[in-house]
């Protein structure tokens, strides 16, 4: 797992920046928009860091989206503009700190469920969100780390084997 930095906040801020101004920027559902923004080639671009080197905006980012699937008003729930910059940000901040693409981490996590998970979790730290809703699913992807809590384990058993 890889710590956030100074690039990552600024990543996680432009996303969720994004994320926030779709709320009234866009016709279209906000779980329709996440799943484009989530599989569009601009989010390849902040997955790679590369955005980093640009003067890029948030409105830049919607216009690439829009450019990509074309403009759409499919769907009629909408989540608040707090809700999505907290989606926006806990989605690049899952994928920053555990280096997985956007697609991989929109398949663990559904907007969906991190809307109902808004209201819990927002006031927390980033990484104990992301912590906890791995739990939840069953999953620690975090193999070193995992590696290490077992190995642990195994010494604390043979040590109390040995006294036996």
Known sequence: ???????GLILCELQAKTFELSAESLSMSSEIFIRRFMNSQ???VLDSGDILETNIQAN????????????SNY???????DELYWIGYIYRYF???????SLQVYKI???KELRQLYLPYHTIDPAQAIERIL???N??????EEIYRQLQILKTIREKSADY
């Open 109 to 111: 996590v559904k907007p």
């Open 95 to 101: 994928s920053y700190t555990y280096e997985k693409s």
């Open 75 to 81: 769907g009629k729930t909408k989540f608040s503009a």
């Open 139 to 144: 999953q620690k992807l975090d193999e070193d």
């Open 60 to 71: 830049d980012l919607l216009e690439r989206v829009e450019e990509q699937y074309g403009p």
């Open 42 to 44: 601009i989010s390849k």
């Open 135 to 137: 739990e939840a699913h």
């Open 1 to 7: 797992m890889k710590k956030i930095d100074k690039s």
